[in-house]
C-alpha cells in the first residue's frame, strides 16, 4: 500500500544494493510492473516509490483516542514540528488516505508518533483506534505544510489547540523543549474535559521543568483547576498573559477556534503573526442559494441534480469512481478536468470563472450547471 | 423486432430484463469490499511469485525438468497476468480500492498491446458495440470471416491458416487492433494517421523483447538460447490459450452477430439482451475459470464489464435462473465443444457457403 500519486521524494542511495534496485537493468527486467511489485514479495515495506511505515508502538491515553508509534522505510527524510504526514490505511478493501500531524518533536530519528481521535462518522479514525497493532503496516508520504516553526526560534511564541488540534503544536513544544530554547512559550489547549487530555502527564512534566513554558488547560465541559472554562476569549488570552500582540502565535483546532482567533488577530491588525492548522472534517454540505444546478460528468455520460456536497461525493454518489486522497483538498489526488461552469471552493469561498480547469473535486462545489470530465 | 433467429423481445420485456440485471449489478456494488480487495491482490502475489519461479527455474535450463518447470510457471504467470490480471483491472474493476497499482487507467500488463490502446479498444469499442459487424472488431481482428453475415471473398480462403497464424501470434494480433490494418491495406486511411498508436506499439514490443529475448537470456550466460527457447515458449503457450478461450467467447455455435441499424436506438435493457445473445459461456472448475480471466463467464462479464471477475460466477447462477424464468437462450458449455464448434466454424466459413 503506497499513498497514491504522492509527490514521493527519490530515497538516498545508501547502499550498492539500493543503486543496483534503482538501476535501469532491474526497471528493464521488472517491466511493466515496476521492481516494487516483485520486492514487495520480501517484505511489505521494502519498497523505492516512498516511504511505507510499520507500527512498533501502540497506547491509550484516552479512551476516544490512539497514539502509534511508526517507524518509516528507508527514504523518511524527517520533518518539521507542526508538519503533516498522510497516512494510507486499508478499511474493508479501500485504501484510505488521511492526513495527521506527527506530535513527537523533530528530533526522533526514524520514528514518528501519531495519535488519532476517534471521530463517531470517521472511518479511518474508528478503524485505527479499533484494529492498530504493532506490526501493521501502513502508507506513508514524506512530509508537508507549512504550519512550522521559524529556523530561528521566536523570543515568544503562543501555541493554541482544542481537541486532536494538538498534535502538531505538541510536537512544536517537544522540540523547542529538547532544544532548550529558552523564549517563553505559552501553550493554550482546549478539551472537552480532562480525562478528554491527551499528553497530559508529559505537559505536566514539561511545565515543571521549562520555567520558561507556561502549559494552561482549559475544560469547555467542566470546572477547570485553574479557573479558566469555557470556549477562548480576550479573557482567556489575558490571563494566561499571553501578550498575543507580540508572540508569534500557531493554532489548531475546531472551526469555531480557529474562527474566533482570526477574527481576533484581525482586529488587532496582527495577522502576519498567526499561522493557522485547519483540518476540515472529511464531510460537508454547503446549501443555501447558488448551488441548484446540475452535475454532467462528460466520460461516463452521468448527470445528476447537484445537491450541494462536494463533486467528489456527488461523482461517488452516481456511481463513479473517481480518484481522491486526502478529502481535504491537500494532497491533489482527485484533482481533474472542468470543462465547464463555475465552482466553490469550500476551503477559501471562492467562486471559479466558468472556464476550463483543472479543480480538486473533494473541495469544490457547483455554482449553477458544471460539467467534469469525470 | 431485431435478432430475427432467436427470441425476440418486447421494448417492455427488455426493459423488464434490463431492470433485474441491474438489481444484481447494484447488489453486487454494494456488497464490494475486502473480499474482492484480498481476492485480486491474492491473484498478483500468486502471479508475481510464479513469474519469480519461472525465470529462475530457466536458470538452470540445462537441467530439463528444470526447463519444463520453469516454462510451465512463466507461462502460467503470463497468463494470469492478462487474463485475471490485466483484462479485469483496466476494466477499471478494481478502481474503488483507490489503490494506483490497480487503477483500470494506470494499470500495464505484460502484453504486446500498450494498455491505453486496449482500453479504446476494448473496453470501449468491443464492450459498447459488442459483435456489431463493422463496428466490433473482435469480430474476425479484420482478418478472418467470422459470420455469415460478412461477404465472402476469395481472400477468405485463408480462413482456418490465418486462424491459426493469429493464434499463434495472438498478443501481436490484439497490439495491431487499433492500427485497422485491414483498412490500411485497403487504401481506406494510412499508416501516417495512425504513426501514434503505432510508436506505442513499437515501444511496447521492443520492452517486451529486450527482456524476455535480450536481456533475460543473456543474464543466464551459457543457458541463454535455452532461456531464450523458454520465454518464447511461455509466450506461445499465453497467445494458445487466450487465443482459444478469446475465441470462445463470442463465436460458438447459437451466438449471434449484429449489423449497426439493428441496434440504433438500443435501450439498456436491449444492450443487456444484446450482450446476452452475442456472448458464450464455458463450463470448468475453478482454476479453469481463474486461468480463463473469468472470461468463461463471458455472458455475466458483458453484462457486467466492471464488476470484480470473480463475482461472475456467482452472478452466474442468478443470470441463469432469469434466463430460464424467461425463456431466454444462455449458451453454456465445456471448452471441447465450445472451441470445436468455433473451429468448424472458421474451416466453414472459408467457403462461400453460409453466406447470408
Not at chain 1, 550498492?16 to 514487495?40: I, K
Not at chain 2, 462479464?301 to 431466454?328: K, M, Q, T
Amino acid at each position: 500500500m503506497t499513498p497514491p500519486g504522492l509527490p514521493t521524494p527519490l530515497a538516498p542511495l545508501r547502499s550498492p544494493a539500493r543503486r543496483l534496485l534503482r538501476s535501469g537493468l532491474l526497471e528493464a527486467l521488472a517491466a511493466p510492473h515496476g521492481v516494487d511489485r516483485y520486492l514487495e514479495l520480501v517484505h511489505p515495506t521494502r519498497s523505492l516509490r516512498g516511504p511505507q511505515a510499520e507500527l512498533i508502538a501502540v497506547r491509550r491515553q484516552t479512551v476516544d483516542s490512539v497514539t502509534m508509534t511508526l517507524r518509516p522505510s528507508d527514504g523518511w527524510h524527517g520533518f518539521r514540528a507542526g508538519q503533516f504526514i498522510r497516512l494510507t490505511i486499508e478499511v474493508a478493501g479501500v485504501l484510505e488516505t488521511r492526513c495527521y500531524s506527527p506530535a513527537c518533536g523533530e528530533q526522533a530519528e526514524g520514528q514518528v508518533e501519531i495519535t488519532v481521535k476517534a471521530h463517531p462518522a470517521g472511518k479511518v479514525s474508528r478503524y485505527l483506534n479499533e484494529h492498530a497493532r504493532p506490526g501493521m503496516v501502513v502508507g506513508m508520504s514524506a512530509a508537508g505544510g507549512d504550519f512550522v516553526l521559524p529556523r530561528e526560534r521566536p523570543e515568544r511564541l503562543l501555541l493554541i489547540s482544542s481537541g486532536s488540534g494538538i498534535t502538531p503544536v505538541m510536537s512544536m513544544l517537544r522540540t523547542l523543549c529538547a532544544e532548550g530554547h529558552g523564549g517563553t512559550v505559552t501553550f493554550l489547549h482546549y478539551a472537552r474535559t480532562g480525562e478528554d487530555v491527551v499528553y497530559r502527564p508529559e505537559l505536566a512534566e514539561i511545565a515543571a521543568r521549562h520555567p520558561n513554558v507556561r502549559i494552561v488547560l482549559v475544560h469547555t465541559r467542566e470546572a477547570t483547576a485553574g479557573g479558566l472554562a469555557g470556549h477562548i476569549s480576550r479573557e482567556h488570552l489575558h490571563r494566561v498573559g499571553a501578550d498575543h500582540r507580540r508572540a508569534h502565535t500557531y493554532v489548531c483546532g475546531a472551526p469555531g477556534l480557529i474562527a474566533w482567533v482570526r477574527a481576533t488577530w484581525a482586529e488587532d491588525g496582527i495577522e502576519q503573526l498567526l499561522h493557522v492548522e485547519s483540518f476540515l472534517p472529511a464531510s460537508f454540505t454547503v446549501g443555501g442559494a447558488g448551488t441548484e444546478g446540475s452535475v454532467d460528468f462528460a466520460r461516463s455520460g452521468e448527470r445528476v441534480l447537484s445537491d450541494g456536497g462536494s463533486l467528489l461525493e456527488q461523482a461517488e454518489q452516481a456511481g463513479l469512481c473517481p480518484q481522491f486522497g486526502c478529502r481535504m483538498g491537500i494532497c491533489r489526488i482527485c484533482t481533474c478536468r472542468k470543462t465547464a461552469g463555475s465552482v466553490r471552493n469550500v476551503l477559501n469561498g471562492e467562486i471559479s470563472g466558468a472556464e476550463e480547469e483543472d479543480i480538486q473535486i473533494c473541495v469544490s462545489v457547483p455554482v449553477g450547471d458544471v460539467e467534469l470530465a469525470l | 423486432m431485431y435478432y430475427a433467429t432467436t427470441p425476440s423481445l418486447s421494448k417492455e420485456q427488455a426493459d423488464a430484463f434490463g431492470r433485474e440485471l441491474d438489481a444484481i449489478r447494484r447488489h453486487v456494488l454494494a456488497d464490494l469490499g475486502e473480499r474482492d480487495a484480498d481476492y485480486i491482490r491474492g491473484v498478483i502475489r500468486t502471479q508475481r511469485r510464479l513469474e519469480v519461479a519461472g525465470r529462475s527455474l530457466l536458470f538452470f535450463s540445462f537441467i530439463p525438468p528444470a526447463w519444463l518447470g520453469g516454462v510451465t510457471a512463466l507461462s502460467l504467470s503470463k497468463i494470469l497476468d492478462n487474463m485475471e490480471i490485466g483484462h479485469n483491472v483496466m476494466h477499471g474493476q478494481y478502481d474503488w480500492i483507490n489503490d494506483p497499482e490497480l487503477n483500470g487507467r494506470r494499470f500495464e500488463w505484460d502484453n504486446a498491446c500498450p494498455a491505453d490502446q486496449w482500453r479504446h479498444s476494448h473496453n470501449y469499442l468491443h464492450h459498447t458495440y459488442t459483435n456489431v459487424l463493422g463496428k466490433d472488431r473482435d469480430v474476425g481482428y479484420g482478418i478472418l470471416r467470422m459470420s455469415e453475415r460478412q461477404p465472402w471473398r476469395l481472400y477468405y480462403l485463408g480462413n482456418p491458416l490465418y486462424a491459426a497464424l493469429l493464434a499463434i501470434f495472438f498478443q501481436y494480433g490484439v497490439a495491431v487492433h487499433d492500427l485497422e490494418l485491414d483498412r490500411i491495406v485497403a487504401g481506406e486511411i494510412t499508416l501516417g494517421e495512425k504513426r501514434d498508436l503505432l510508436d506505442g506499439v513499437w515501444d511496447k514490443v521492443r520492452r517486451q523483447t529486450i527482456k524476455d529475448y535480450v536481456l533475460f537470456p543473456l543474464l543466464s550466460g551459457p543457458s541463454a538460447p535455452l532461456v531464450l527457447a523458454g520465454n518464447a515458449s511461455a509466450n506461445l503457450v499465453r497467445n494458445l490459450w487466450a487465443f482459444t478461450t478469446i475465441f470462445c467467447g463470442h463465436f460458438p455455435d447459437g451466438t449471434v452477430q449484429f449489423t449497426e441499424e439493428e441496434t440504433i436506438e438500443e435501450t439498456r435493457g436491449q444492450w443487456y439482451y444484446r450482450q446476452l445473445l452475442g456472448s458464450a459461456d464455458l463450463t470448468g472448475g475453478k482454476l479453469f475459470h481463474i486461468l480463463s480471466g473469468n472470461l468463461s463467464h463471458q455472458i455475466e462479464h458483458h453484462l457486467f464489464p466492471d464488476l470484480p471477475s470473480h463475482r461472475y460466477a456467482e452472478i452466474a447462477v442468478e443470470v441463469r435462473e432469469i434466463c430460464r424464468r424467461n425463456g431466454l437462450p444462455y449458451n453454456a458449455g465445456p471448452l471441447r465443444k465450445q472451441f470445436g464448434s468455433v473451429v468448424r466454424k472458421i474451416a466453414r466459413l472459408a467457403l462461400p457457403k453460409g453466406e447470408a
